[in-house]
């Protein structure tokens, strides 16, 4: 089976820390992609990366930057945490784009910032 | 740009029947079908690309009117263990590679 993990389910952080959230695929999938779910406003794409060390910005990129040096992994960089961005924060992966076969999720990491 | 669906909410009752709809404003290439059940994963569902044919998944199918950019999830018989969020993911023609996902639709199936 295919696994997206995510290092953290929850995490507690304080205005202003720098916040680091990793994704690890096993599947050797090129793609990968991290979303943010909030209630009413479902799934809104962060960043994604079709490639190691390529990233595309998504549709709210703004207060976060990404990171990908190796194929299975996608780090999630809050550079200055702030309380809106408190969220449930999820990691995909799909073997090439969506056009292609489905994506796979995580289990997602419940972030509070104080 | 984020795909509307309605409704936002329903509840059946075991075996009954239900429709989520999606719909854009772009031109859409392909809509994807995920379902969520609380505390879990978003899982896929299916996929239905510009072209193709109505997909079907068990007692849950979907098509996709290229004409309206608009996409109906049709499940049949409701069972319990359909309940969750579903949601409809839209990529836009001229938006190469980039799914974007409506707010989603809570469906709940009671005995």
């Known amino acids: 089976d295919v696994k997206v993990t995510q290092s953290s389910r929850y995490l507690v952080k304080r205005t202003g820390e720098k916040v680091f959230l990793e994704c690890v695929q096993d599947?050797?999938?090129?793609?990968m992609f991290w979303y943010r779910q909030d209630p009413g406003l479902g799934l809104r794409l962060i960043y994604f990366s079709y490639d190691v060390k390529m990233k595309e910005k998504g549709d709210i990129p703004e207060g976060y930057s990404v990171s990908r040096e190796k194929k299975e992994r996608f780090s999630l960089i809050l550079e200055s945490a702030s309380t809106n961005q408190t969220s449930m924060y999820l990691c995909a992966s799909s073997l090439w784009m969506f056009r292609g076969p489905e994506a796979f999720f995580g289990q997602g990491t419940r972030l509070t910032v104080v | 740009q984020q795909p509307v669906q309605s409704p936002q909410a329903v509840i059946l009752r075991e075996g009954e029947d239900a429709v989520i709809n999606c719909s854009s404003s772009k031109a859409l290439y392909s809509v994807h079908w995920y379902r969520q059940k609380h505390g879990e994963a978003p899982v896929f569902l299916m996929i239905?690309?510009?072209?193709?044919e109505q997909k079907g998944h068990d007692k849950i199918s979907a098509s996709f009117n290229e004409k309206k950019q608009q996409s109906s999830l049709y499940l049949t018989a409701s069972q319990l263990s359909y309940s969750g969020t579903y949601f409809c993911g839209t990529e836009m023609e001229t938006s190469y590679d980039k799914v974007i996902f409506g707010p989603g639709t809570s469906l709940s199936v009671i005995p």
């Open positions: 599947m050797d999938h090129e793609n």
């Open positions: 239905l690309l510009k072209g193709g």
